[in-house]
């Protein structure tokens, strides 16, 4: 079965400091793999998939970017965070092939001050 | 556009009465509509599809293309059932992409 993790687990930065989150995925071959974000009162909004090394989608505009650098690891960056960037993040893949279901990570918390 | 509207942020109920969560969404062709859960210190999950038609852990919800909807519902809410749930829509288009609503919390008391 697929397990997916994400780092760092929490994570408190100043304005205009850059970001690094990961995300790895084990149990599975050329996943989907997409990057959500969890904001108070705005339930969870999708930000990037991918469908493939290299391969990424944006889905809103906005002060992050993505990458996929190997078939299992996909990055959620910034060069310069802004306070609207706090949030709970989450990477989420396909279960299984055929399936629409999405398995999630368990998050990680970004809070910027 | 492809939209998922969940009306109500909070739920509250008590234990043993009958629970509806709401959920209504904007598509035109044949939707596929998911509820997910997420419980407290858990991991988002998968509760339902409706191309399952199931009904798991006393739930069920069923697809009404005239009013648009996908409620969820439990006919005796049980305390392990508070939690946040969300409703989700897959789209059109690449990427096997879910939008979700903005959740609902359910509050089950004793």
């Known amino acids: 079965s697929q397990t997916i993790h994400q780092w760092p687990a929490t994570l408190v930065q100043p304005v205009g400091s850059p970001l690094s989150l990961e995300c790895t995925v084990e149990g599975t071959s050329n996943p989907n793999l997409y990057w959500y974000r969890q904001a108070a009162g705005r339930g969870l909004q999708l930000l990037f998939y991918s469908v493939g090394i290299g391969q990424i989608s944006s889905e809103v505009p906005q002060n992050l970017s993505a990458s996929r650098p190997q078939d299992r690891q996909f990055i959620l960056s910034s060069k310069k965070l802004l306070l609207s960037d706090s949030g709970f993040y989450l990477c989420?893949?396909?279960?299984?092939?055929?399936?629409?279901?999405?398995?999630f990570g368990a998050g990680s918390r970004l809070t910027v001050l | 556009a492809q939209r998922v509207t969940q009306p109500e942020k909070l739920l509250s109920v008590f234990k043993g009465a009958p629970v509806e969560l709401k959920c209504n969404y904007s598509?035109?062709?044949?939707?596929?509509l998911f509820w997910y859960v997420q419980y407290s210190r858990q991991r988002l999950q998968l509760l339902l599809r409706?191309?399952s038609r199931e009904s798991i852990k006393g739930f069920t919800a069923d697809l009404n293309k005239g009013e648009t909807s996908f409620h969820l519902k439990k006919p005796f809410a049980q305390e392990e059932d508070s939690a946040m749930y969300y409703c989700?829509?897959?789209?059109?288009?690449?990427?096997?992409?879910?939008?979700f609503g903005t959740g609902t919390q359910l509050k089950v008391e004793l």
């Open positions: 598509y035109s062709g044949s939707p596929e």
């Open positions: 989420a893949t396909l279960k299984g092939s055929g399936a629409n279901v999405l398995t």
């Open positions: 989700a829509l897959r789209l059109t288009g690449g990427g096997n992409k879910l939008t």
């Open positions: 409706h191309i």
